[in-house]
Every structure is written in C-alpha cells, then in structure tokens.
C-alpha cells in the first residue's frame, strides 16, 4: 500500500443508479487501498446504496413516505442503471459481463468500503424530505447535516460530486 498521510478524498453522492454507483464505490475502495481518507455524503437519491434491505418500517410513516418507500429500490442491487437500462435490459447485461470478468457487485463493493474504513454519511435533509429514518438506513451510516458534510469536505484534497 502506498503511503498517502493526510491525504482526503469527499464523494458527494447523489446518484441512485448502478453504474455511478459502482464508480464511486470503485474509486472509494482505490482510494482506501493508497491511504487515502474516503468520506462519502449520501443525499437524495444517492441514499438508494445506503438502505438496509432488512429494516424498511412503515410505521410512523406518512401515506406518502409509505408509497414513495415502495416505488424505489429496497436493496443496492436494485438500482437502474442511468442509461441504456431499457427496463433492466441493459443491467442484467452489464451484471453478466461484469460476473463474465469476475468483478464484485456492488453489493461486495460497498461491504469492502466498509470494512475498508470509508466513512459513510447521510443528508440530514435529505432523509427527513424522503421520508427515511435511521433505522431504515445500514448501521455503519451517521445522518449529518449538510454543514457538518461541508465543513469536513473544505479539509480534502479531492472532492466528487457523483
């Protein structure tokens, strides 16, 4: 492993799609390999990876959480991919040809973050307008502010928004 001290790396995540989903996690894992510091900010759709497919409780939810909870993906592998999906189409090929080259999934992809150390946050806001509560998200994950996302990403040396 090369030696990085001090070096950070902030990924916004945005997305809910597959395909930026799987460069992020790729670049996260890359970056813990070299020592680089990875802290990835989870907000609106992007809060997609970070759902635990085990814990979506409907209690204490609006009719409108409730039905927006049942319209997006319950579990990583789930999501779509941005382009060329064509109602799955496009994701079981691209799936296949990554299985066909022996390339983790995404699911194998965020568990290495993980346990790789990659601190793993979400929006606050975020959370609160689509109707996600703390448990419905995996344990690793801490709800911050967006403030508290930005005063952390004015201290890195690489910043994405994905």
Request: net charge negative; with cysteine; charged share 25%.
């Amino acid at each position: 492993m090369s030696k990085n001290p001090n070096k950070k790396m902030s990924i916004l995540m945005f997305s809910g799609d597959y395909d930026k989903a799987l460069a992020a996690l790729i670049l996260a894992n890359s970056a813990r390999e070299i020592n680089i510091d990875v802290t990835m900010f989870f907000a609106f759709w992007g809060l997609m990876l970070i759902r635990d497919p085990n814990s979506i409780p409907e209690e204490e939810k609006t009719a409108s959480e409730k039905m927006f909870a049942n319209m997006t993906p319950k579990h990583i592998e789930d999501l779509p991919l941005s382009k060329m999906n064509f109602a799955g189409i496009g994701k079981k090929m691209l799936v296949g040809m990554m299985e066909e080259n022996d390339t983790p999934n995404l699911t194998a992809f965020l568990n290495g973050a993980l346990k790789k150390g990659v601190n793993m946050k979400a929006c606050k806001l975020s959370c609160e307008v689509m109707g996600f509560g703390e448990a419905e998200l995996l344990k690793e994950i801490n709800i911050v502010t967006a403030e508290e996302y930005l005063i952390d990403a004015l201290e890195t040396d690489i910043q994405l928004f994905i």
